[in-house]
């Protein structure tokens, strides 16, 4: 955990969607920026499934985080115009709490006695954060990746939430492609002997099925494009003996990426984030997308997509671009040419950076009208 | 094995690439239509990882082939002017040798004694074939897939091997986002407690890791495209109790599909087929592609792709077009717009059939000249 990291205690039971509860809880989170008087210029970032909420260095943490280059004096998100705060999402296991974190009920882990958890649930605890940090309404709420579905619901739930919305790679829900890949990283994890029906502990652990379903995930976030030109057919220096042993650049690339995420995320929340995933649909019990976001009062929006995104494709931030738009929202819509597939708003800075620049100077702009 | 196989017996040693050698093999495979008096009427199908050599249906084995709709009188490669021949690879475990056959020096199956196999091997023995059944120089090489890597070795050994080719969904070499995804499946069955480095036996087989790999070859065969379309988010009649029980349609399929390969392949030939495929660079050793295919005496060449294919993408098999024309053969290219990714030549036969009817049209034209 970053010691910039701090904590906020509810102590109000959260109803879940699918119908648990919790009776208490914490929210991990982290802040850049100052709030200003009139507590208007706070914009929190709702993140994909496996960040924490160290998104940028801070005074407490210097170390880098994980959208390092997007937040900062004079970044893309200028922390000298707002109060940004990231948010560890109810599920992970980052200092939020989760299946990882002790049931008060048992004094153990929660793990599969955690209550079925949804990105709706992600949503109204995340507006528990906002209200415990006595903002009335949000300058402008981002979401990328799973932090896009979130960032839906949030507006659905609390239609005046915020004035300014930035999507990036999210979904109004998860397509078929989407849950096949997610399916098979859970049965990664829960065939791996050690899963023990998620009575796993420090020793035995499901090492061997979190790398290989970290690796999917690597598959599904990245794209063979960018792998072409990245990594090609280049062999390592070194030729493990054995038949099927791994002698290409990709293969290591693969590994040790597995290898950093193993032991640093909990497999119970990945579990339960993956398949809060796959449950979301923002326009369930609507007509349409159209009628499920009716009544959001948001003053503009911002919908980037990446051309190579194999896991929430373009077409999905399409259609909430276009579902924003007949609801009378001024939104601007982008389908980056980026070859860095989903995960392009983490490393391909040159293709982000100037949409997100430009979104936040007109935020700026149209907020001091 | 359909009762329709044949077998051929190959009593001289294979010397393969990598160093090892088979002292004597067998090559399983079917026929349609007849060779004519000539000899010169001869098409050669080298399929894909998984299929068997009964490609369509015959007198001998009226069941559906992999390729049905494409063999047979009137169809697009069409029996009444063709023999065609479908080859069941090197290395496969469908009726040619492979590491699931009896290793004749210790009476047990090779398993991972099976000496280390390339592509250039499936192409040396298919050519042992050809010579086997009398036929000097093929009408036409038919190469889908895995079958366009085998091809081009093919034609690059034996540059007189064939006067035309038709290249499906192939590659010149593997690219780094395959050998990615082949890697994964290959660590999922060898991660298989019962995977006992090869020495599974019927009841100790690697059941789930070949399920899983499966999965996650559907997952790179198709598109989220087609899936889009073909699930989208429909929900199953049952709804299993557990909480990552799998509740959508295409989870179902997915497992499906998957406990019907399951069993009917073996895990040894499956890594061995896998790995040879990774190894491929017909390029390896010349200067660029085209220096590669060059001397290679074809009177015409069609080479076809689909641009939602992920495991073979298009650009390859551009590659392969531009290297053929560069070398001064007549040579098209088309780049489907089928939805079905990589497997869209076994199912897609509305975009496939027009062109490939075409082509064996102009081939029969050609030669009749």
Redesign the interface.
Known sequence: MSSATRFLEINEPLLMKKGGHLASYTLAYETWGELNSESSNAVLILSGLSPSAHAASNAEDPTPGWWEGMIGPGAPIDTDRFHVIALNSLGSCKGSTGPASKNPATGKPYR?DFP?LCVEDIATSAHQLVRGLGIEQLCTLVGPSMGGMSSLSYLQQFPEGARHHLSISGSP?????????R??Q???I??D?TWNNGNYDDKNWPV?GMR?AR??G??SYR???E??T????REQDYFPTE??G?N????SY?EAAARRFVRSFDPCSY?YLS?AM?WF?VADGYADLKAALAGIQLKSACVLGVETD?LF?A?QQKEIADALLANGIETSFANLESLMGHDAFLVDYDHFNPHITAYFNSVWYEDSL
């Open positions: 599969l079925a829900n998860a397509a078929a492609f989407s849950i096949a890949i399916s098979l859970r049965e990664l829960v065939s002997p061997k290989m690796k999917l690597m598959l794209s063979w494009q792998w072409r990245r990594f090609g057919r038949l099927f791994m290409y650049e990709v293969e693969l579990l398949r796959d649909d194999i494709p077409y």
